[in-house]
């Protein structure tokens, strides 16, 4: 059995400042690791994702994510934040093909 | 389009009526998910198909849940007999591999 657990339901946060979204799991195995954003009124998207190799990931648009296997973690961060990236944010495990995901993190960028 | 599409987009139906629900995968797409996600919660799990062949329904709350998709690109889930505790946002995603994508949803409401 594999569980996600997101520490924080809201973070507010002023533009331009930094941000990090916690996210721990629990796995008996080695797992896939994923971040997905919601915007209002959208699906889930891919922001991005662990499989193998380096422990840092880097999406497009500025987020990174590290996993840290002996902390069992997946934090996201992002260096300076704008409008456009309040959203709710999911991080997600999978270990046999089905994501189980976190209860999910609103971040709201505040001007 | 080249993305998941599902259908209806938003449904309401009174207690005790069926329901079904259209998940149109990325063409080439081999597996095909469905998740439940309630308010303020992660999607969860609900079952999953290789080609047309069901491979875990572990996820099915209970029998007057199922789901098909018998040739192996159009999947259906249905609900019967609905419940108020069915209102959720049913997800599908379909997946080449690891990474899934995600379709808009269905918004269900029982009154």
């Known amino acids: ?111 | 389009g080249a993305g998941v599409s599902q259908s209806p987009r938003y449904k309401v139906t009174k207690r005790g009526q069926d329901v079904a629900l259209r998940c149109d995968p990325i063409s080439g797409h081999v597996s095909l998910y469905w998740y439940r996600q309630a308010l303020g919660q992660g999607p969860e799990f609900l079952t999953y198909f290789n080609y047309e062949a069901q491979q875990d329904k572990s996820g099915l709350p209970n029998d007057r849940f199922s789901a098909e998709r018998p040739e192996g690109s159009i999947s259906t889930l249905t609900i019967q007999r609905t419940e108020q505790r069915d209102s959720a946002m049913y997800r599908c995603a379909s997946t080449p591999g690891y990474e899934q994508f995600f379709g808009p949803g269905t918004r269900l409401t029982v009154l």
């Open chain 1, 1 to 111: 059995a594999q569980s996600v657990t997101q520490l924080d339901s809201q973070v507010p946060v002023f533009e331009e400042a930094p941000v990090e979204l916690r996210c721990n799991y629990s796995s008996s195995v080695s797992v896939y690791l994923f971040w997905y954003v919601q915007y209002p009124n959208q699906g889930l998207q891919l922001l991005l994702k662990y499989l193998s190799g380096s422990t840092l990931v880097e999406s497009i648009n500025g987020f990174e994510a590290e996993f840290n296997k002996s902390q069992t973690s997946f934090h996201l961060r992002k260096p300076s934040v704008h409008i456009s990236d309040t959203a709710e944010y999911f991080c997600a495990v999978s270990s046999a093909r089905q994501l189980t995901f976190g209860s999910g993190t609103q971040l709201t960028v505040l001007p």
